[in-house]
Every structure is written in C-alpha cells, then in structure tokens.
C-alpha cells in the first residue's frame, strides 16, 4: 500500500486552465504538506496543514488553493494557470511532535504549455 | 528562504569508495535530516539526527552534526552504483509551525 499517493503523475495543460492535484496518505499522520520543486531541483516549502487547519502559507500566489476535506487528503487547487507554475509538486505528510520524518508522494510533474 | 547549502553539488566516484557530502545551515534547529531522491522520484527519508545529536548511523550511512558550525555531513561508505541519486539535508527548527527546509541538493554519481 502506498503510504503518500498523489495523482495525476503528470499534468500538462495550456495556460489559463484552472486544474487540481489530489493526495492522499494512509499514516494516520496529522500533518500533511505541499512543497514545490523547481527545475533546478530546489524544493520549497507551500502549504502546510495539521487536523485540516492551515498552519503554514509560505507567501504563494491566491492562484493556489489548498483544500483539507479530511487530516488523511490535501489537495491543491491551482486557477488561472501560468508558465512559472510548471514544476514538480509533492505532497507530504508526517506526525507532530518533536523529530519525526516526512513521507513524500511521487510528486506531479505540472508542465505549463 | 532556503536554509540547507550542500557541497558539492555534484559528485561522482567509483563503486566501492565512500561519498562524502555537507550541508550548512543558518539557524537554530531541532532537527536535521537527510533524504534521498532517485530520478523522477519522490524523496526518501535517510537519517534523522537531532540537534543534542553529534554522530548517528544507519547501516552504510553516518551523520555527523556540528551546531557550533551549523553544519552536517553525509557519509556513504562502500557506495554502489544504486546510491546513484540527489540527496537532500533539511533543517527542522521545531516549534508550533514546524517545517522541513530543504537545501539544494547534491547529484551522486556512482560509476560501476
């Protein structure tokens, strides 16, 4: 069983569309995440959620929207799609408390055409 | 703001040696860790070492910490041709908002 899953695995579509990225964990972990990598390979910090409460906003754009329905789905919302949205995104997730790990999805690769 | 400074930031040696790699940081932590990403992957957790922590290790993998010099490093000993990855050092400053802040990683290329 695949213990953070995320779908699509790849997206591609023209900018303008508004499309979402699902995730789902199965660790009955309280935390889950959305990190941003870049072509470069950096990874960035975007979202964070504990219970389904937003917890971290690290200053993107009010085109993405994350959505919490339940601690276990995190999903992303992106609008109005542009060129430099095109990156891979991973969801992750991990339990709070002092020194625990994260587990991270395959990640989407969102390609902007 | 990007925390992590990894060097190199590529590497590549023969199978067999060991791969060293470091990572500096800025601030405070409670935490350090290492994850591993194989290409067109997601990351995988390596090694977590806290910040009371000066050495730790995990079957080929040691971690070392120097919190006076906000530094770590990554050994890889008797490396193999599928240690091939990019491998990453977060920092975890602890706290109510905690987060894992990535540096920009480091390319390992084991020859065979």
């Known amino acids: 069983d695949t213990a953070v899953s995320q779908t699509p695995k790849y997206l591609v579509t023209q900018m303008g569309n508004d499309k979402s990225i699902k995730c789902e964990q199965n660790?009955?972990?309280?935390?889950m995440y959305w990190y941003k990598q870049d072509s470069k390979k950096f990874l960035k910090i975007m979202f964070s959620y504990n219970n389904k409460e937003l917890i971290i906003n690290e200053t993107v754009p009010n085109r993405f929207s994350p959505k919490s329905p339940d601690k276990a789905h995190l999903n992303l919302h992106i609008n109005s799609l542009e060129l430099g949205d095109s990156a891979v995104y991973f969801c992750?997730?991990?339990?709070?408390?002092?020194?625990?790990?994260?587990?991270f999805g395959q990640g989407t690769r969102l390609t902007v055409v | 703001s990007q925390q992590g400074e990894e060097d190199p930031q590529a590497l590549s040696i023969q199978e067999g040696e060991n791969a060293t790699m470091n990572c500096s940081y800025k601030t405070s932590i409670n935490n350090l860790q290492w994850y591993r990403q194989n290409s067109g992957r997601g990351l995988v957790h390596l090694i977590l070492?806290?910040?009371?922590?000066r050495e730790k290790h995990s079957g080929r993998l040691r971690v070392t910490l120097d919190t006076s010099k906000k530094s770590s490093s990554l050994l890889i000993t008797a490396s193999r041709a599928a240690d091939t990855a990019s491998y990453f050092c977060a920092t975890d400053e602890g706290g109510a908002n905690s987060k894992l802040t990535f540096g920009k990683g480091i390319t390992l290329s084991v020859r065979p």
């Open positions: 660790l009955g972990h309280d935390t």
């Open positions: 070492i806290r910040s009371n922590e």
């Open positions: 992750a997730s991990s339990q709070t408390g002092l020194n625990t790990e994260a587990f």
